[in-house]
């Protein structure tokens, strides 16, 4: 069983998880882009993180920083992460458009979250 960085390093004893379905998710998650139903219930977990915390969301020119290392990424298609699904643009409309307004929200590449300073 492979021990592998968890991608949501926010909460204590979260360092390291040894769980095959983590393997198995993280290795579907390298080589096939989400299907509808993996990017609905990406979107809900999302928005219940999001919900939680009091629906925080980041400033205009945060939410372009974000945007420009999205478009050096491979998994970018122009619109999309291929990794999450999740819709991702340069400006700061609406949430369901961009998920980087939601200040919760962070990159899930598997060589760690991109988005971090």
Sequence with gaps: MKTVDCPRRKW???????NPLVDLALTRLEVTEPNLAEKGMHFIL???RWAMA??????????????AICQKCDHFDGQSCTICGCNVSGRRGLF??????????????????KWQD
């Design 12 to 18: 204590p004893g979260s360092e390291k998880i040894s």
């Design 46 to 48: 999302a928005l219940t």
């Design 96 to 113: 369901i458009r961009n998920k980087a307004v939601m200040a919760t929200e962070y990159c899930p590449h598997s060589e760690g979250d």
């Design 54 to 67: 009091g629906f925080p969301t980041r400033s205009a020119e945060e939410v372009k920083r974000l945007f």
